[in-house]
T-cell receptor, first 112, second 115 residues
Framework: AQKITQTQPGMFVQEKEAVTLDCTYD???????LFWYKQPSSGEMIFLIY??????QNATEGRYSLNFQKARKSANLVISASQLGDSAMYFC?????????FGTGTRLKVLA | DAGVIQSPRHEVTEMGQEVTLRCKPI?????LFWYRQTMMRGLELLIY????????DSGMPEDRFSAKMPNASFSTLKIQPSEPRDSAVYFC?????????????FGAGSRLTVL
């Protein structure tokens, strides 16, 4: 069975600072993907970044990077140079064979 | 592409009524997922289809819920009879399973309120 754990219900960060959102996962699938999604107050789910379980390098997409530590089963999201528009819920997810499971999310508030 | 299209965006109904939520996945995608989001339970996977075939419906809460995918471009989630505890945002999402990233694309969601 797959499981995602996000232990930070809420986080604050000062504008222009970096922030790390934690995610640990558990899966029995030998090949899997790890994803981060952003959900602003408007409600849509926005894909941010993907990491494959066999990828050797950590994924990066602009200000987003995924700190993938396979042995620790962690896939933390790092947002650099935070902006006010980054205030939102952030969900970590894992995919195995067909199935995508999401964590409970972390609410990030960026302070001016 | 227009993305994943869900309708209705908002639905208010009375307890006991039938509710049908609709989803049009992205053309060419071969897998479709229905999720329910509430404050208490977060994002729950209800059911998913691959090539129009239901693969796993273990997340469907009870027999009042049913889902169909009659063809590659259309799916429905039906609740009959509806109850106040069914109030939630229901998301449909689709992807093309291949050797790549298989990114899940979500629709805008259908906000259901059962009075």
């Amino acid at each position: 069975a797959q499981k995602i754990t996000q232990t930070q219900p809420g986080m604050f960060v000062q504008e222009k600072e970096a922030v790390t959102l934690d995610c640990t996962y558990d899966t029995s699938d030998p090949s899997y993907g790890l994803f981060w999604y952003k959900q602003p107050s408007s409600g849509e789910m926005i894909f941010l970044i993907y990491q494959g379980s066999y990828d050797q390098q950590n994924a990066t997409e602009g200000r987003y990077s995924l700190n993938f530590q396979k042995a620790r089963k962690s896939a933390n999201l790092v947002i650099s140079a935070s902006q006010l528009g980054d205030s939102a819920m952030y969900f970590c997810a894992t995919s195995g064979t067909y199935k995508y499971i999401f964590g409970t999310g972390t609410r990030l508030k960026v302070l001016a | 592409d227009a993305g994943v299209i869900q309708s209705p965006r908002h639905e208010v109904t009375e307890m006991g009524q039938e509710v049908t939520l609709r989803c049009k996945p992205i053309s060419g995608h071969n897998s479709l997922f229905w999720y329910r989001q509430t404050m208490m339970r977060g994002l729950e996977l209800l059911i998913y289809f691959n090539n129009n075939v239901p693969i796993d419906d273990s997340g469907m809460p009870e027999d009042r819920f049913s889902a169909k995918m009659p063809n590659a471009s259309f799916s429905t989630l039906k609740i009959q009879p509806s109850e106040p505890r069914d109030s939630a945002v229901y998301f449909c999402a689709s992807t093309l399973f291949s050797s790549g990233a298989n990114v899940l694309t979500f629709g805008a969601g259908s906000r259901l309120t059962v009075l």
